[in-house]
T-cell receptor
């Protein structure tokens, strides 16, 4: 199973601040996905990145896939309390076509 | 479209007891997964079904965990006997039969506490 390291593990910021979280691996991925998980809920897909160097935007969220397809970042502009949650990156599980291998996640708290 | 349904939402049992979790995937989704999420960690794949066949169960502790997906729809995950370290959220997910990187839809999970 390919290891995904996420940093930071925890992040507490005030509303309106910008932040970046990272997902790194020593392995090359054919694709990476970012999920957000709110307390008491299952993860929900935010984006899938496939091409090295790809940048995708989802409102105030910007996702980037590294040129070598070993890392990815998520940047949030002007964070809001509704952005609070656990941000998980995931790549294809090595033994299975569609299953996912998740990182430990970054727990984000945005306070008003 | 109805999402992935799981029950129960919460379960507290004593160690060495048995427990079962149920999952109903999104209608038409051929692939079903069970993940275990321990507090402070990301979900870890336990087993993947394609229709009613097992695709990957390499990380399922088979001495105590079992899972089945009869008729290729609903699935149950059983733990017998439970250990303290089994305390976790058990997430069920489903996805359509498609090329790699297809989206997985997760249920709300079952939070298991073993005391």
């Amino acid at each position: 199973t390919q290891l995904l390291e996420q940093s930071p593990q925890f992040l507490s910021i005030q509303e309106g601040e910008n932040l970046t979280v990272y997902c790194n691996s020593s392995s090359v991925f054919s694709s990476l996905q970012w999920y957000r998980q709110e307390p008491g809920e299952g993860p929900v897909l935010l984006v899938t990145v496939v091409t090295g160097g790809e940048v995708k935007k989802l409102k105030r969220l910007t996702f980037q896939f590294g040129d070598a397809r070993k890392d990815s970042s998520l940047h949030i502009t002007a964070a809001q309390p509704g952005d609070t949650g656990l941000y998980l990156c995931a790549g294809p599980h090595s033994n299975s076509g569609y299953a996912l291998n998740f990182g430990k996640g970054t727990s984000l708290l945005v306070t008003p | 479209e109805a999402g992935v349904a799981q029950s129960p939402r919460y379960k507290i049992i004593e160690k060495r007891q048995s427990v079962a979790f149920w999952c109903n995937p999104i209608s038409g989704h051929a692939t079903l997964y069970w993940y275990q999420q321990i507090l402070g960690q990301g979900p870890k794949l336990l087993i993947q079904f394609q229709n009613n066949g097992v695709v990957d169960d390499s990380q399922l502790p088979k001495d105590r965990f079992s899972a089945e997906r009869l008729k290729g729809v609903d699935s149950t995950l059983k733990i017998q006997p439970a250990k303290l370290e089994d305390s976790a959220v058990y997430l069920c997910a489903s996805s359509a039969a498609a090329p790699r990187s297809t989206e997985a839809f997760f249920g709300q999970g079952t939070r298991l506490t073993v005391v």
